[in-house]
């Protein structure tokens, strides 16, 4: 089994990959497993991704669009963060994050590759 790319725009914050805490996998009600990027992962899931080759980043966020494998890419997207979706997306994550790991975020739009 060989690394697979996919494309990812999702509102989110990047938390710092201090907060990914590998005994979370050992926790009957894990949340890498529960927001893992699989998928069954779609636009308004909340996912976390963590940089398993680097540790670069843990990023909390909700996707906007994602295209598994680089299967057929994004065509135009123009980040409007005054939008009904920005808005909405932008207040889950900084709910989400609050609950979760009691940090204060200011979300924003993240376009990236992730590989697994």
Request: aromatic fraction near 16%.
């Amino acid at each position: 089994m060989g690394v697979r790319q996919h494309y990812l725009i999702l509102i989110g914050s990047d938390i710092g990959s201090k907060y990914y805490d590998t005994d979370e996998w050992d926790k009957e009600d894990c949340l890498y497993e529960k927001y893992e990027l699989n998928r069954k992962s779609k636009s308004g899931d909340m996912v976390l991704l963590s940089d398993n080759y680097s540790g670069k980043y843990f990023i909390v966020g909700k996707l906007v669009r994602v295209d598994y494998d680089v299967e057929s890419g994004f065509g135009t997207f123009i980040p409007d963060t005054e939008s009904e979706e920005f808005q909405q997306g932008k207040k889950e994550v900084i709910d989400f994050i609050k609950e979760i790991y009691s940090l204060d975020v200011e979300p924003t739009y993240i376009v990236m590759t992730y590989y697994t």
